[in-house]
Nanobody
Framework: QVQLVESGGGSVQAGGSLRLSCAVS????????MGWFRQAPGKEREKVAL???????IYEDSVKARFTISQDNAKNTLYLQMNALKPEDTAMYYC????????????????WGQGTQVTVSS
């Protein structure tokens, strides 16, 4: 069982930065593939970034060179550093986890957080 709690969302002007955090609680020592997704009003949820068990990041083209996904295993925390934010980055951001990289890559992870809102104004 995995519990995910996001924080760090807020309102920022275009060009600004935010860092999202996801506190991870799990009942086993199994290693999960972690990721960030987002959903804008009226749109489907989309993948933003994943981080594999060995720390390799995978980014969607829309956020490459602006967002950085990382994790601190000692603190059981996943991060998403977001720089050069654009109005189109406005969305609810969700942390996710799964044992299967395929399932999370396909947008079907087993575990989801409750989300944190990011609003970018122009």
């Amino acid at each position: 069982q995995v519990q995910l709690v996001e924080s760090g969302g807020g309102s920022v002007q275009a060009g600004g930065s935010l860092r999202l955090s996801c506190a991870v609680s799990r009942s086993t020592d199994r290693s999960y593939v972690m990721g960030w997704f987002r959903q804008a009003p009226g749109k489907e949820r989309e993948k933003v970034a994943l981080i594999e068990r060995d720390g390799t990041p995978i980014y969607e083209d829309s956020v490459k060179a602006r967002f950085t996904i990382s994790q601190d295993n000692a603190k059981n925390t996943l991060y998403l550093q977001m720089n050069a934010l654009k109005p189109e980055d406005t969305a609810m951001y969700y942390c996710a986890a799964d044992l299967s990289i395929l399932d999370i890559f396909l947008g079907k992870p087993k575990y989801w957080g409750q989300g944190t809102q990011v609003t970018v104004s122009s």
